[in-house]
């Protein structure tokens, strides 16, 4: 990651530096950037207009781009009366979210405001936020389009607003608790004081950094005021389909962040794995294998099927913490011990508790599943402990 200077008087500077703590109020407008040569002299002219000089204010941008946006961004912000700061990002680690999260580590002042670098968000706005979240004793004030006098006016065609209503109802299903107040968790534009956010919780992956906070990390108290969504003043808009990937892998990230949740999930893929198990076993019996052999067989590709999906859906983040070869290995003989451990578990439950034969299969079901589980989380996916920690333990 390199950090760019732009202007005398900015975060690097003495003098700004020199002022230990910001006056209250003061606000650091965090703008995350991938291409918006074309957007942001405009962006700063519409900021420069609309907040106040009694509003101390810095603009932090955080590029991920491959134009000249940084460039472009270095000679706009001459024209500048209030501090501007580029941090360019080599890799773009966390998408739009993590350039968020940068920006906000970086970040000076009491309140933090949030917005796009397409000036579909008004500026003219910022002032108004903070604003309310002083009157409120808010830390989270959430511009929004869902509420009276809101409009998603600048949303470009029926299928992006389609997409928007359907990404917001789901959110809004998964999180009822963590999103209660908060009308349009999709938004990109709010404020946030710098106080109530607990940057080691988060764990951005995408664009959609506000559902990310309200879900790890939400202020108890959250206000919301209404705005326009504008039409982009130039370019196209960086909505594909893979981000709507990374956006429902976030979104499952979030879900199975609760260790019940996550049982559940890992308990709805566990469902799965009957499908290629069974068509296994048709296609071997039928072929003249006996099925005996061909059960065993067969669970392996059950065991392969449910593999996949947690490591996609449930435990992608911690993959790193062991080699792909090592968790294949471990997650393979915790499926398989689940089969030889339930028939004598069976047979204790029957012969020594007096359980009828189905009762006493379902409990150990239940047994079984919930150590494969835990042994899962445990041997497979949890990181080692350093050497260090062992030896000091």
Same mark, same amino acid.
């Given at each position: 990651m390199?950090?760019?200077?732009? /202007? &005398?008087?900015?975060?690097g500077d003495p003098? *700004?530096?020199?002022?230990?703590?910001?006056e209250p109020g003061a606000v650091t407008i965090v /703008? &995350?950037?991938?291409?918006?040569?074309?957007? *942001?002299?405009?962006l700063l002219h519409q900021i420069t207009e609309s907040v106040p000089s009694r509003l101390p204010c810095e603009v932090v941008f955080v590029d991920d781009s491959t134009d000249d946006t940084p460039q472009v961004i270095k000679e706009a912000a001459q024209d500048c009366p209030f501090p501007v700061t580029v941090i360019h990002r080599d890799e773009p680690v966390g998408g739009l979210g993590g350039a968020v999260v940068e920006g906000m580590k970086a970040a000076g002042s009491d309140w933090i405001v949030v917005m796009d670098g397409d000036c579909q968000h008004p500026p003219s706005l910022v002032p108004e936020l903070v604003a309310t979240g002083e009157r409120a004793n808010a830390g989270l004030v959430v511009a929004s389009r869902y509420i009276k006098g809101g409009s998603r006016a600048g949303l470009a065609g029926s299928y992006r607003v389609a997409v928007s209503r359907a990404a917001t109802w789901l959110t809004k299903s998964l999180f009822p608790?963590?999103?209660?107040?908060i009308s349009d968790p999709m938004s990109g534009f709010f404020a946030i004081r710098r106080s109530d956010i607990t940057a080691q919780a988060l764990k951005p992956l995408g664009y959609k950094i506000l559902l990310e906070l309200a879900v790890r990390s939400r202020p108890r108290t959250v206000t919301e005021v209404p705005f326009v969504f504008q039409e982009r003043?130039?370019?196209?808009?960086?909505?594909t389909a893979a981000e709507g990937r990374r956006f429902l892998r976030h979104l499952a990230g979030l879900r199975t962040a609760d260790p019940l949740a996550r049982m559940v999930v890992f308990g709805l893929i566990g469902l799965t794995g009957f499908v290629p198990n069974l068509a296994a076993l048709w296609a071997m019996t039928r072929m003249g294998l006996h099925y005996l052999p061909a059960e065993i067989v067969a669970n392996q590709f059950g065991v392969a099927w449910n593999f996949l999906l947690i490591e996609k859906l449930l435990f992608r983040d911690r993959r790193r913490h062991r080699h792909w070869a090592d968790r294949t290995v471990r997650f393979a003989l915790l499926a398989n011990a689940d089969l030889v451990l339930r028939i004598p578990l069976i047979a204790l439950l029957v012969g020594q508790f007096g359980l009828a034969v189905l009762p006493a299969t379902a409990l150990a079901l239940v047994i079984t599943f919930v150590l494969r589980f835990v042994g899962t989380e445990a041997l497979v996916y949890l990181p080692r402990r350093s050497r260090t920690a062992?030896?000091?333990a």
């Open positions: 390199s950090q760019e200077s732009t /202007v &005398p008087g900015e975060l003098a *700004v530096q020199a002022a230990e703590i910001p /703008v &995350p950037t991938f291409n918006e040569s074309a957007n *942001v002299r405009q608790r963590r999103l209660h107040g003043f130039a370019g196209e808009s960086k909505s062992r030896s000091t």
